[in-house]
């Protein structure tokens, strides 16, 4: 008899925020559990998870391994996001 396949740790994502998010949520980083999916399947489960971020993910861009992605792109366990707040100023 042999043993088993040891059982892989949870997926994640690892989520950057800044600002005011960074307030809202208590830190600068995320790890959302992850299975795989979307930009907008993310933004699904952190506003989930985290429902004040909401009016502010709503407005912020997402961008992965330094550039900026669209909501229909795929996101892989393990990857670095960040969520950029919108900035004013002049």
Request: glycine share 10%.
């Amino acid at each position: 008899m042999h043993d088993p396949a040891p059982v892989p740790a949870a997926a994640t994502l690892h989520i950057a925020v800044f600002a005011g998010m960074a307030e809202l949520v208590g830190g600068r980083c995320i790890d959302l559990p992850w299975d795989g999916g979307t930009v907008a399947d993310a933004r699904r489960q952190l506003v989930e998870r985290h429902p004040q971020i909401a009016p502010l993910l709503d407005r912020s861009a997402v961008a992965c391994a330094g550039r900026y992605v669209v909501d229909d792109e795929p996101l892989l366990a393990g990857d670095d996001v960040a969520i950029i707040p919108p900035v004013s100023g002049g």
